[in-house]
């Protein structure tokens, strides 16, 4: 089998050789990206009057047709052409005749790869974006309905101090509007347009490099040849803003999967996110957040290949590159799906309100108001800690908590404490007190919540 480049070879190209290199088995992904890429390149060859206007819509009649057959899953992919390039252009030429060989006029692979993986990435981060937003969704409208409901809240993983269920909720909230930001602001970058940098060289054809780009969407075009082709940064971006993303859902992952245990049993998740075990008939699986925590992973994987595969690179293009395809593509489906399990979980997972607020009444969760409320009558805070250390300790010898210990051990521990620690030490009254800025009281969550609601419509598309 002849191939496109054949022309300085003396010998047949082996198979098991062309399967080793070639892309097609993957990049067949971008078809859509490719032919439109082609199709802005050859509009523009014809503007340019490189081409002649019958040549350039013969070309754009081929193309669109193989746009319509790719839709319908109706083009064949050979090894033998290597990738989605060559097989789309073999395509091409054998619907148009050798008239379609024009089409390569002014432009290399390696101008066209880049473009696709542009486009590739422009339209996959604009759909992370919107499902970024969707999940933000889900978490406000589960915060509204929450603002008064108490958790306890932990460090080191130990009871530490009572918060809103709404604050924690609001907290990855938070760290979605982190990524979104991040994947917005990567945008800039990616779209710019590599097209007509050629091989590596630019071209001796009149090109109008901002005419294929405006036609593509581009905002601008790649100022320097041998960086256009080169550049794979827009790719590492979409790595690495995905792996803090996994990172972020991982952790909230994990958070779902201990309050949906039985020792917990904070939340119910939805059936439709839960398993079943094959031989425990009790049992229901927090699968699908263990498998979003689990599959944070690979996404690390592909951030460190691509970082790895790059670092060696002379200018311009190495084959090498073509190693940046599959990370991505894996990548894009693993967030994509990821966002859309935890905006379902999110969304339908019942929250145990009673069992929750039987966890911060059984609990030292308020040991710190007692001792703020020596401060603030004047004890300094260290001895205040003392003080509230020992009463703990106390109770804890006796089997109760701070609430059940009779006012004479208060009395004896301060002259300070006086009969309204009772009211004090109630968790509500403590987290309604925590009204400091970003704080868990109920005014402040409240307000963070139609902040949310409010960022939602700025970032809404
Ligand atoms: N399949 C190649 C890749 O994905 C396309 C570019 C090939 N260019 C070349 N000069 N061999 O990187």
């Known amino acids: 089998m002849t191939k496109l480049w054949g022309g300085r070879f003396t010998k047949q190209a082996e198979e098991w050789v062309d399967a080793f290199g070639a892309s097609i088995p993957f990049d ?36 669109k047709q193989l ?39 002014g432009r290399s692979r390696n101008d066209q790869v880049a473009t696709d993986m542009h486009l590739y990435v422009k339209k996959q981060t604009q759909e992370v974006l919107t499902k970024i937003h969707n999940l933000q969704t889900a978490l406000v409208e589960q915060a509204a309905e929450n603002v008064e409901t108490l958790i306890p809240g932990y460090t080191h993983l130990q009871r530490a101090q009572p918060v809103s269920f709404a604050h924690h909720l609001l907290a990855y909230f938070e760290m979605l509007a982190r990524d979104f930001d991040r994947f917005q602001d990567s945008l800039k970058r990616t779209n710019i347009s590599p097209l007509g940098a050629g091989a590596l060289a630019g071209t001796t054809f009149p090109i ?40 972020h859902l991982s952790r909230f992952a994990e958070e779902l999967i201990l309050w949906s245990s039985e020792e917990f049993s904070f939340v119910e998740l939805d059936d439709t996110f839960a398993t079943g075990s094959s031989i425990m008939p009790q049992k229901k699986n927090p699968d699908m957040a263990e498998l979003v925590r689990g599959k944070t992973g690979r996404v690390y994987g592909s951030l460190f290949s691509l970082l790895t595969m790059l670092k060696g690179l002379p200018l311009a293009y190495n084959k090498d590159m073509q190693e940046d395809k599959e990370g991505i593509f894996d990548t894009v489906e693993t967030v994509k ?49 003392e003080v509230v250390g020992k009463l703990v300790l106390q109770c804890i010898d006796k089997g109760i908590y701070l609430l059940d210990l009779p006012f004479d051990n208060y009395k004896e521990a301060s002259s300070l404490f006086a009969e309204d620690i009772y009211e004090v030490l109630q968790p509500e009254t403590l987290v309604a007190r925590r009204n400091s800025e970003g704080g868990t009281g109920f005014k402040q969550v409240e307000q963070a919540v139609e902040y949310a609601k409010e960022h939602l419509k700025e970032t809404k598309e």
């Open 28 to 63: 067949q992904l971008l078809v859509q990206e490719d032919l439109e890429g082609s199709l802005a390149h050859v509009s523009m060859l014809a503007e340019q009057e490189i081409i002649t206007g019958e040549e350039a819509a013969k070309i754009t009649d081929g193309l």
């Open 208 to 247: 109008d490099r901002q005419k294929s780009a405006e036609s593509l969407g581009f905002e601008s075009v790649y100022s320097n040849s041998l960086d256009a082709v080169s550049d794979r940064d827009f790719v590492l971006e979409f790595l690495s803003n995905s792996s803090t993303l996994m990172m």
């Open 67 to 105: 746009q319509k057959k790719a839709e319908n899953g109706e083009l064949e992919y050979k090894v033998e052409n290597e990738d989605i390039h060559l097989n789309i252009e073999k395509h091409l030429i054998d619907l148009i005749g050798p008239v379609g060989g024009k089409l390569h006029t």
């Open 337 to 385: 799906g990821s966002l859309d399990i935890f905006a379902g979980m999110v969304e339908t997972m019942k929250v145990q309100t009673e069992t929750m607020k039987t966890a911060v009444q059984s609990d030292f969760s308020n040991a710190t108001e007692l001792a703020d409320y020596l401060a603030t009558k004047g004890m300094p805070f260290r001895e205040a800690h």
